[in-house]
């Protein structure tokens, strides 16, 4: 079947008038940037939900870490003279501390370690952190990790 040169012609003059027109054009692009953009906007809101996350459970571990030098033994600090006075915490003590102020400052905050030496104490934690838009990529979320260290000096 042949295209009569009417129809070729036609054709011809809507295809070049249809190449040339700019409508709609903003459209397109808008449409092919709209997941990157969104992709974008998602990781920057999951990165400070991240931050957020982390400063909590940095300052939670810091108040843990601080009360476990409530545990310190009394009886070995209120001595009289002539001898020193000496600061050494009590392990049970200073662990149960620890966990009770992560608890109450982070409940979703796991106690991974506490480590008591002398008048020294060092706590680890860790959180799971749930990200909102990058589970769209299949990133559910992440652990987070912090630790601190107190000491009390005689």
Wanted: hydrophobic fraction near 45%.
């Amino acid at each position: 079947m042949k295209i009569p040169a009417k129809w070729k012609k036609e054709w011809k003059r809507k295809w070049g008038r249809w190449k040339r027109d700019e409508k709609g054009g903003a459209l397109v692009l808008f449409a092919a940037f709209l997941p990157v953009l969104v992709a974008v906007a998602g990781l920057v809101i999951d990165t400070g939900v991240i931050a957020y996350h982390q400063a909590k459970l940095s300052e939670a571990t810091d108040a843990a870490a601080w009360a476990g030098l409530d545990s310190y033994d009394r009886d070995l600090w209120n001595v009289e003279p002539p001898e020193e006075p000496r600061v050494v915490l009590v392990p049970g003590e200073a662990r149960s501390l620890a966990a009770s102020y992560l608890a109450i400052n982070y409940p979703q905050a796991q106690l991974t370690g506490v480590e008591v030496s002398g008048g020294t104490i060092v706590v680890k934690a860790e959180a799971e952190c749930q990200f909102f838009f990058m589970k769209m990529f299949g990133i559910q979320g992440t652990t987070l990790s912090a630790s601190a260290e107190a000491r009390m000096e005689e």
